[in-house]
């Protein structure tokens, strides 16, 4: 494991420690969307996806399907105070690999 990574991973950890999510509900995610609002995608009354900033701070965008009948398929539990949680975990197969859970608007990585 090289020292650049081992950095990363803790410049990861230190953004997701500050950062506390909320959620907003939309048609389609903002040319340039906040990275600490989980947008939620809604048409026809029903909430259909989520797209967000990778907390990791690689500026991708990652979009969550909601859509049951559809896999793999993410549901999400909205607060009082709109902090979400998100079940299962993010995982991301491509580009910077992160993998972390969101719970009552906080990122918390996985190993
Ligand atoms: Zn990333």
């Known amino acids: 494991m090289s020292i650049f990574f081992l950095l990363r991973r803790l410049i990861c950890w230190f953004r997701g420690k500050s950062v506390h999510l909320r959620t907003l509900v939309v048609e389609e995610i903002p040319d ?65 690999r992160s993998h972390f859970w969101i719970r009552d608007g906080i990122i918390s990585w996985v190993k």
């Open 32 to 96: 340039e969307p906040n990275e600490r609002i989980i947008y939620i995608y809604r048409s026809g009354g029903t909430a259909w996806g989520l797209g967000f900033l990778c907390p990791c701070g690689c500026e991708e965008v990652i979009e969550l399907n909601l859509i049951s009948q559809t896999r793999p398929c993410w549901k999400i539990q909205i607060r009082w105070d709109t902090t979400p949680t998100i079940h299962p975990s993010v995982w991301r197969t491509v580009g910077c």
